[in-house]
Every structure is written in C-alpha cells, then in structure tokens.
C-alpha cells in the first residue's frame, strides 16, 4: 500500500463546485415545484436558471477533461468484483476485520459498484435532467425549434423525474463515500486533499 | 456608418432651428398641441341658445360633416353588429344586470346618450341638431345632462332626485360652446365614469377618481405626470372611436402601430409598447404568448377610492317605509347604498382582485329573448377562447352578479319596465308583473304571467387603472400552489402544478433511501461498539 494522489486538483474543484451547485439546484428547484416556499418562486427560478448553467459550464469543461486524461475509462461498467462488493456493503461491512474486497489503483479508483452508480449519474440522471432543464429555459422557442408539439407538461414531468433520481442518488452518495471507509471518514478525506491509500 | 453621420446633422439641424429656447428641450419634443382657433371670436357662438339643439346648429354651420359623422358611430345608434359572432348589440339590445334594458326606459338611460330628446323608440336618429357636441367637447364642466332628461342639460332649475333637494342649474349654453376643445377625461367620464346608474357603478376600472389620478392609479392617466386623456389611446377618426369592449382585442398582433403600415389604434397595450415590452427581463416577454398585458398590470381594481358594484339583487326590490317611499339602508362604511327599495339590494367592493379566464376578445351575448337554462347562473356574456387557441390570452375580469327578473314559462330574461310617471312603472308602483308586461311587450314579446328571479353573471373585461411597474404582479402571485391562476385551466404552469403520484412515488423513494443509510448506519456503529 502507498499514498497518492487519486483526485487531481481539477477533479476535486469539479466534484466540490458541481456538489454545492446540485445542492443549490435541488433546494430551489423544489420551491419552483411548489414543494415549499422559501425565496419565493420569482428568485428561485431565477438563481435555479443561474445554477443551472453555471453547472453546464462546469460540465463543459469536466467533460473536456475527462477525454483529454483519459479519465473517462475509470467509469467503464465490469462485472468482476461486483458481487462482492454488493456482499460487503450488505454484508461484511457489518462485521469486524472484513476488508473491503475491492483493491483500488490509480488508474482504477473506483469500485465496481461506483463505476455503476457514477455511469447512471452521468449518462442517465444528468443527462435527463440536463435535456429537460434546457427545453423548460427554451419553453418560448419550441415552435421555431420545431418542437411545437412537445407538451410542457411531460417535460416537467420527465425534469421532476430526475430531480427525484437524483436527490435519491445524493443521500446513497453522500452515506456511502463519507460515512463508509475506515476510519469512516477515509473517502471524504481523500476527496478533500486528493491524496488516498492505494495499491502499489 | 453613413446612416449615424447623416442623424448627427440632423439632430444638429433640430438644435439650430430650435434655437436657444428649445435648446433645453428633449430635441423633436412638441408641447401640447393648442388650437390655431379662440371659439370665443366666433359670432356663430355667442349665443344667447335657449337650447342644446340649437348649440348644435351654431356647431354644424362651421363644422358642415360632424353630425353625419357622429351619426354613423355606436355613441349614437346604440346599435352594433359584431361580425365575428353575427350578434346585433348596442345599449338598444342587450340586456345586462345592472339596469336591465332600454326599452320603455328611454328618457332615463339616454340622459347619457350623445343626443337629446331620446325619450321613446321614436327617436329619429337621423336628426343632426340632436347631436349633443358639447357634451364630449366643452372645457368648462359646467354642462351636465340632466339624469332623466333624455339627453338635454336643465333648461330651469330643477331637483333630483326629487326631494333630495340636490340643485340642477341650467348651463350658460354660450360659454358652454365657446369653450369647446379636445375630448379630456372629464368629458369621457361625464358618462363612462357613471355607468349603470352611478359613480364607478359598471366598469370596476373607470369612475370618477379616473379624472385626475396620481400615478399609483393610472401610470398613462396620472395628472402630474403623463397625463394621457381617453382619446390618446381611443384614438379616433371622422368621429369614431377605437377600443370597443364589444369588439375587444384579445391581443394586437400589429404590435406598435406606426403611422401608415397598421391601423392607426391605439387602443390596445400593444399599439405603444408591442409585443416584447420588457426591456430588462426577457422572461417576461415570454409571457405575452399566453397572458395579457392588463393581467399582471392591472393588479387589482376599483383602487382610486371609490368601490365598484359587484352585485345587484332585484329580487329583494320594493319595500317601502310607513310613508310609502323606498327603504334605503347604507353600507357599514356609510359610504355607499347597501338596499335601496328602488332597486334591490347591492355588495360594494373596493381594491378587487380581478377573476382570470381564457379569452380571444369574441364575446357573445344572451339576447334579448333568448332561451336561458334556469337551473344554474346564467351568463349576461360569455367569453371565446381556451388554452388550446393560440389567439386566446389570459385576461382578468369583473365579475358583475345579477339577480334579475325572467319569464319563469318562456324562459327568457325579462325587460323590465322601471321609469316613468305611468301606471306600469316599477319605481311608481312596484309591481313587478305589470312592469315586466309592459317592459316585454314594448320588445314584441309576450309575458306568460309567471315571473322569477334568476342569478346572472357578466364579464367585464379589465384594462384601465394600470398601475406602475412596481405596482405589477410578481410571478409568485400566480406561480403558486393557490395563487391568482389556479382555476384557471387547460396548461402547465411551473409551480401551481405537479403530478401528485409522481411526487408521492418521488419522496417515498426518498424517504426509503433515506431510512436505508441510517438504518444501515446505525447497524454499523451498534454492532461495531458491541464487539469492541
């Protein structure tokens, strides 16, 4: 075993900047749904629309980022390993001296599980609410675009849809990388700093 | 490039012929335009008249075409055909649930008619010198028709009402017509301000406080500052003036009407400030597809002081005092009539929140003899329009609730015969079979004898009192779970709808997620304090 530097700086930026923006979004978006009120729905969905593309621009340039590293191959799906992942986090995390079964490398840092959970963030979750998002700022435009027979219903619908993906994805994220290392907080630790224990 | 140079010289051309006077002004600014003639010089208009009638002839002998002008415009037939709903209507044909009709009570409702002596159905409406100039056109404000008396101003001294001991002078007719100018709001309102009997009794948005607003009331209007008058807007021309409630615009896709490309109105919000009005928040723009300007800029009505008749209950009409005259009972406030055994009981408000409703400016009437359904309200107006036309705006209205008499057997509303000195008159005698008989047969139909009460509603479309920009709805007034629009239907709006499964589907995935990590946290530290 050995320290290195898994998350570089821009990584680490990235997740931050993009966690406190999706915390942000979820809090005014679920005013703009009229779930509760807060700032009111006039700032609300104006600093929800301010987010959002401040998320977008965020995005623009990880995604830069992640075909110019390379670092896109960490979220490929495999097989090996999963279960017993999945048997761990049920399981033997539960008692003691069980390690995770998981050996983590540099340039495989993710466990077969976070490869699954992040792939669905980035190609399902952010994608849907991304597409719906922007037809709701473009409301006014779909004739021109010819989208005139699109209903602004199913698009609340499919953004509301998301939003509830991905509040759900939040707290399983949120518990699972801050709350499950050894010492519990070993994950959240090296997303701060960048630096984590891995495989020679 | 070319094109700024050659603006400089102009603007530099403007400063030179403005010389220095104008050379504070805003460059190309005129001021108030003053007549190039003093009708005090003219010895056409010196009078002395015994008569409106004969003003108008003095009127006519310079300006040769005014009264045949004046002959072909609503003001004066009282007679309109809308094309869009092949509906004949006019003050002469509609039956509304304010005064109800018209018919055989002539001389009382055209005192605000542009004439004189339209005192039956025998008018003839071809008559120029029966065309009232000075009422739309003297500065003086001393020339006021005379409430039951057909259209002419006192000619001597009179009460009314009688026994009020309120004064009626007869006008100095010469300095009347001497005085004449442009229309001002005061010559507009003499009757539109009194609609339906009184001072802000009809419209919710126009009434007396309207002839010398402040800003907060109407932002165009405001005496100290725009000073805009009726006709600025209700632009006219050969007499006949644009902006009828009963052809309105739902929307003026003409946008900003410039001189000889579009219609000349300015009757519409659009005419000035087209169909992107919002310079700083482009979102807003983005409302004027689907709602009306009036809608959020027209927060509320009846704002000036005075509140608005919003019910009208004849039903309870016709209760006297031990001397034999009408009871009459004041509201709380003592401000308005709350009973008046005249006419019924009233509900008075004031600061109205207006009700919204899809509407394409087509309005159809019930006419005059038409079967209505007595098992519900029945609609005075209805309003065109629906969330899936795309020429439909929303837009927000008065609401004027009736009760008023109807033919129980024929089923249609009656025509109720109220004025007069004769043996039918409800005001005389308050007998309600006689004056609906008279009333009915006056318009060639035939009461069955059984009459009713039946509850009406009449839509009045809402568009003056607009307040400042400050004053406008916010978008959380109708982005909300109850907000202004929540009844109105036929579309999403972001925060006033939600799916509710999806949204109890939703939070029980978050709930279970949610109970998964601490239960799941829990069994962690539980077990591993156990073991250490």
Known sequence: ?200 | MKRRARFDWLLLAVFVLAGPAGAADVPGKIGKSASTADHGKFKELQGPFASGPEVTRACLTCHTEAAKQLHKTTHWTWDYYNQATQQTLGKRTVINNFCVAVSTNWPRCTSCHIGYGWKDDKFDLASEQNVDCVVCHETTGTYKKFPAGAGHPVYEEKEFPPGSGKKWVPPDLAKVAQSVGKTSRRNCGACHFYGGGGDAVKHGDLDSTMASPDKALDVHMDAKGLNFSCSDCHTAGGHEVTGSRYATKAVDKNGIDVPGRTDDTRATCESCHGMTPHAKDAKLNDHTDRVACTTCHVPEFARGGRPTKMLWDWSTAGKLNDKGKPVVKKTADGKEVAYDGMKGDFRWEENVVPEYRWFNGEIKYTLMGEKIDDSGVVPINRLGGSAADKDSRIWPFKVMQGRQPYDKQHKILSVPHVFGQDDTAFWKHYDWPKAIKTGMESVGQTFSGEYGFIDTEYYWPILHMVAPKEKALGCDSCHAREGRLAKVGGFYMPGRDHFAWLDKLGWLAVVLTLAGVVVHGLLRLVLSSRKG
């Open chain 1, 1 to 200: 075993m050995k320290t290195a530097l898994v998350f570089s700086r821009f990584e680490r930026f990235w997740h931050w900047a993009q966690a406190v923006l999706i915390i942000g979004l979820m809090i005014t978006g679920f005013e703009v749904h009229g779930t509760y009120e807060l700032l009111g729905f006039e700032q609300a969905s104006s600093v929800h629309t301010w987010l959002a593309w401040t998320l977008i621009v965020l995005w623009v340039f990880a995604i830069f980022w992640h075909f110019t590293t390379g670092q896109w191959r960490q979220y490929i799906p495999t097989g090996e390993n999963l279960v017993a992942v999945v048997r761990y986090y049920t399981v033997g995390i539960f008692q003691k001296d069980i390690p995770h079964p998981y050996k983590k490398t540099v340039r495989a840092k993710h466990n077969p599980l976070q490869r699954l959970a992040y792939l669905g963030f980035k190609l399902l979750i952010s994608p849907l609410i991304w597409a719906t998002g922007l037809l709701y700022v473009y409301y006014n435009d779909w004739p021109s675009l010819g989208l005139g027979a699109l209903s602004l219903g199913t698009v609340a619908f499919l953004h509301t849809l998301a939003a509830f993906m991905m509040l759900v994805f939040f707290i399983g994220h949120v518990y699972m990388a801050a709350f499950t290392g050894h010492p519990w907080y070993s994950y959240l630790k090296g997303m701060v700093t960048g630096y984590e224990e891995v495989e020679e």
